[in-house]
């Protein structure tokens, strides 16, 4: 056996793969959780050894502090190339029961970001020495090897098993996000992944890290970026978040982001549950007339070769996302040349801080007799324990690493300056003089995009704000192949549709000028389609809502 020829070994070992095999194709693969059956062949002849790690070794999850080990197994350039995915989590330091009821401290904050900076330039350096020493054997276009798909993870974690779900929880990083620390803040190029996955809840990335490894990989094909915005209580945190995220977009050129075809942005951000707080404006105070994060995301959409934009959270946007406030007239407008799908997850603020939505404001009593928990010493709700966890935690002293004395924060104060306190959601209707601005943007823009093959927006769809959510849905005609006789199936025809689906609670009719945009989208034949919903976000049988058919010859005037 050890002397067939290598195509056949292969052929071979991909037969016995069996149900031990990945389909690597369109969905993230796992890790083998046991070595596969494959593996004993290995132990055949070197060839056989070859055929089945590019099987075995094609997935691969290491920890940061067990990078060393991951250098030693992939010293070998054949398991290098069999490399197609990599789960990277980075261990920051466990802290202990004690710890885990106090704020994090600023010097834990500083060791936390300098061992994930350390943690993530080291992987970079070893991704970049495989290229280095494949070039000093093939040349600079020799083979390299499969595309990776890195996922970068940060976590933390408790000394004792068991205890994640006691202590303060997220409360306890509030306010800390990682960031990279010098001497590592300088990534090495790495031309081989073609995919990023940054993620974290408990630990976010700053804007600046998550982009900072976007920067290094020159032939990234699809990025998909996990943030959390600061909370809404602190201003200037948010604001310069968001500046921080604008800039690091507007970096990204054609030249550099020629192979990038994908771009997944998940921006946690709480929509407030009390509709009489006033949320504070994020914006850029040096342009405080214009949304920079916005424009910069239009920009690159329309200037890289992207095929797909989804922006998550729900995402704070301004019109300024679809269409630039300055340029109305029909030969200044906008182009989108290859973007193919478009979703967006809005939050029903905007970058002003002004709400999308407007209704009656109703009165709720803030007394704590609502609440059975309010007066509860172990709730952390009484009033000995009322402080501010930001400055009157440090000024009290508890920051002996052995002392089991809980720093006081009351969640209750944090939710309310959060604006998530009291419950009191009645802005259901959307406001038209806010809110059509961004329905006729969206539309305008819809027009201005040839290779758009699917829309989709949606706004107020949390569970508190659920019934009076709104989603559009626009989708492109699809190609029809030509049958014998030049006659088609009719079920094999898809007209262009736009469709408008209005929540339970909600109020909101088209203007005309949208409705003129959208019968431009769909063209001749095409359909549009207004539901109003039940609370089960089916369509009621006599909801209010119509259905056109576009008839007539295309419109002569373009927004484009």
Known sequence: MDRLPSELISRIVLHLLGDDEENFEGRRPNPWSKPPSIARYASISRSWQDAVEMHTFSVVKVRSNDLSRFDRVFQRAHRRQAVSFIEYDIVLPPYSKARSWKLERPR?????????????????????????????????????????????TVDVRLEVSGLASNGLGLYRMDGHFIDFTEPCSALPEVRRVSELVTGGIVRPLHPNAAFRMVAALSNVKNIFVHMLEPQLRREEMRREHRYALAQNISLMNSTKFSSLRTIYLTLD???????SF???????????????????LRLISQSLPITELTLYGPFIISSELFWPSDSLAPDAAPHWPTLQYLTVNANIVAPDGTYYYTGTEESISESEDDDPWASSPHSGNSPRTRTN???DVDAAGYNS??????????????????????????????????FDPLVLAMSRASCCMPALLELEFYMGMSDAQGPSGIMFYGAAEQEVPEVPGGLRKLEHIQRRRWRAYIGPKAKWEPPEEVLDLWRR????????????????????????????IVDGPEPSDSPC
């Open 389 to 391: 966890p930001s400055t």
């Open 269 to 275: 951000s709480a929509e407030p549950w009390n509709h």
């Open 278 to 296: 006033t949320p504070s404006d994020c914006r850029d105070p040096t342009q405080p007339s214009k949304d920079t994060l916005s424009a910069a």
């Open 108 to 152: 834990e904050h500083a060791e936390n970001m300098a061992i994930f900076s350390q943690a993530v330039h080291a992987i970079f350096s070893s991704l970049h020495a495989w290229q280095v020493d494949q070039e000093a054997i093939h040349g600079a276009r020799g083979s390299v090897g499969r595309p990776i798909r890195l996922t970068i």
């Open 401 to 434: 690493d052995d002392s089991q004395v809980r720093d006081p924060i009351n969640r209750d104060d944090i939710t309310r300056s959060n604006g998530g306190l009291p419950f009191n959601n009645w802005r259901r209707e959307l406001d038209p003089e806010r």
């Open 521 to 548: 989208f769909v063209g001749p034949g095409g359909v549009i389609t207004m539901d109003k919903l039940l609370d089960s976000w089916e369509p009621k049988d006599e909801s209010g809502g119509f259905e056109e």
